[in-house]
């Protein structure tokens, strides 16, 4: 009997529901991000202060779109309405901590950075730990953000691989996403390489009124296609149960579940500590405060990123609350109910942009998911050329002038572009596997770096305890504990030592991470290594 050959994925271009206009549409956004690296470019960029920080004087307020765009990025276009159309409104109770950690940073952090007058955050280890600190926590953040910003430009690439081959969902479709994440990842390069963090900063602020206004536009047509009145809509989505039971308008929940991500508990203590680590540890945020011409203006930063991710997010949740309307509830939505089934939550807003929007403004929503994801990446790379030039290369090749640094920076963009796209390739399988939705899948990759990074700095900026010898096992730690906590791994785990099997949300991994990596910093004593207590 012949045996046929294996049939081989196919890449066939092109989606019918993306015409020509939309295509002129989204081109033409591309060429405007790209006409912005440039024309940032043509200041000359001295050194890598100009390249990295922007020569320390970036306008606050444009600071502060940028930190909201970054933290925001493709996982909030698109996980966001995802999480309100198969859940509820929980996810935005996170805000809670966030706006606590902001506070705290803006206190604590942002002035001792800018005291110290770090490149990188990594570098105020090396005051008072020693550089052997400074080297591990470099790598430590380096590491969690080619997991942070791969799982990112993933997410990103969905809506490129509908467009480009009209599919993401079966196996040989998997070829699609890894297509358009390249395809991302090659533009992000393009424009990074050429005008550094001044030109990210801007295109930020272009990037994020172009999907805040996605966002607005779509919430204006799902409500010109619904027929029935607010008040039945409303009282419609109170009446729905989410698969936890609970109410599609639940905002609060008190739920005592260590398995449940969003709740007022998780709110106050997890989501703080998350909320520290991201705009105080992250380099790819930190990175934006540090361009502002004071502390206090940086300070004003983080602060003002977090008021304002309030309403965003929201945006995007009621975005998905009447997406399940309009998918699930055809009676609502009379005689412009759609005669086709949205399998996918992941691409469900993606779906409704290419089959129910208007010619044009399908390319222009496009545009904003892509300004979503490409916000990651860009903002992705430059921090991590900053951090790889600053913390690593500078002490392999001291005494360089300032042209070779800048060379050389730009040459670690492209390096970790690739890595990146790498990632986020495996990334494609990793989630599918994982089963989360893709906020959670986002957020739950974070907290691998962020655990160790909180406990060290917790421990250097309100202790005068560590070493570099307990700072390098907390960063160990911290990844450790939340790998061990990962909800396959504890399967694995307990079935070995004779435990009954339990499950931690991604919240609470990251907190017995933090609390583990910082009891293991503080058995380090500054005075043994001879550092610096300033």
Not at 37 to 46: C, D, L, P, T
Not at 355 to 369: H, I, Q, V
Not at 394 to 420: D, M, N, Q, T
Not at 497 to 511: D, H, M, Y
Request: neutral net charge.
């Amino acid at each position: 009997m012949t045996t046929l050959p294996a049939p081989q994925p196919t890449l066939a271009f092109g989606n019918p529901a993306f015409g020509a206009l939309d295509w002129a549409v989204l081109l033409g956004y591309f060429a405007m991000l790209l006409a912005t690296g440039v024309w940032f470019a043509r200041k000359e960029q001295s050194g890598t202060e100009d390249y990295f920080l922007g020569g320390r004087r970036m306008p606050t307020w444009a600071v502060a779109v940028s930190v909201l765009a970054t933290s925001l990025s493709a996982a909030t276009f698109v996980g966001g309405p995802q999480q309100a159309y198969t859940g509820d409104l929980t996810y935005l109770i996170s805000n809670i901590g966030m706006v606590l950690a902001a506070v705290v940073v803006a206190a604590f952090f942002v002035p001792v950075f800018y005291k110290a007058r770090v490149a990188t955050v990594y570098e105020l280890l090396e005051h008072r730990h020693g550089p052997g600190a400074k080297q591990a926590a470099s790598w430590t953040f380096m590491l969690g953000r080619i997991m942070a910003s791969g799982a990112r430009i993933y997410i990103g690439a969905l809506p490129m691989a509908l467009i480009l081959f009209e599919g993401v969902g079966g196996a040989s479709e998997t070829w699609h996403i890894v297509a358009a994440i390249w395809v991302m990842t090659v533009v992000g390069i393009i424009y990074t390489f050429v005008g550094g963090i001044a030109s990210v900063i801007w295109t930020d602020v272009i990037q994020t009124a172009v999907f805040v206004g996605a966002a607005m536009a779509a919430i204006v047509l799902l409500l010109a296609k619904i027929d029935a009145p607010i008040g039945d809509v409303i009282e419609t989505l109170r009446a729905a149960e989410t698969p936890a039971g609970e109410s599609k308008l639940t905002l609060l929940s008190t739920s005592t579940d260590p398995a449940a991500n969003y709740t007022i508990f998780t709110a106050i203590f997890a989501f703080t500590l998350m909320g520290i680590a991201s705009y105080g540890t992250d380099q790819d945020l930190v990175q934006r405060m540090l361009t502002c011409k004071s502390a206090a203006k940086g300070s004003a930063s983080v602060l003002g990123a977090i008021v304002a991710s309030v309403p965003v997010v929201s945006l995007f949740m009621v975005v998905g609350l009447l997406l399940w309307i309009f998918y699930q509830q055809p009676a609502l939505v009379g005689e412009g109910a759609p005669d086709y089934e949205a399998n996918d939550s992941r691409t469900v807003f993606l779906e409704f942009i290419l089959r129910e929007m208007p010619a044009g403004m399908t390319g222009l929503m496009m545009a904003g998911l892509f300004a979503a994801g490409l916000s990651s990446l860009n903002s992705g790379l430059n921090s991590m050329a900053s951090t790889l030039m600053n913390d690593v290369y500078k002490g392999v090749a001291p005494a360089k002038s300032e042209k070779h640094y800048l060379r050389v920076g730009r040459l670690f963009v492209i390096g970790w572009g690739i890595v990146l796209g790498g990632f986020a390739t495996f990334c494609v399988y990793w989630q599918s596997a994982d089963g989360s939705t893709l906020i959670d899948f986002a957020l739950g990759v974070m907290t691998f770096a962020y655990a160790g990074l909180l406990g060290v700095y917790l421990t250097t900026l309100f202790t005068k305890r560590g070493s570099t010898a307990s700072v390098l096992a907390a960063l160990v730690t911290g990844f450790v504990v939340v790998g061990l906590l990962q909800p396959n791994i504890v399967t694995w785990w307990t079935g070995i030592v004779g435990l009954t099997e339990f499950e931690l949300g991604f919240p609470w991994r990251l907190t017995a991470g933090a609390v583990a990596a910082t009891c293991v910093c503080l058995i380090g004593n500054a005075k043994q290594t001879g550092a610096r207590n300033d």
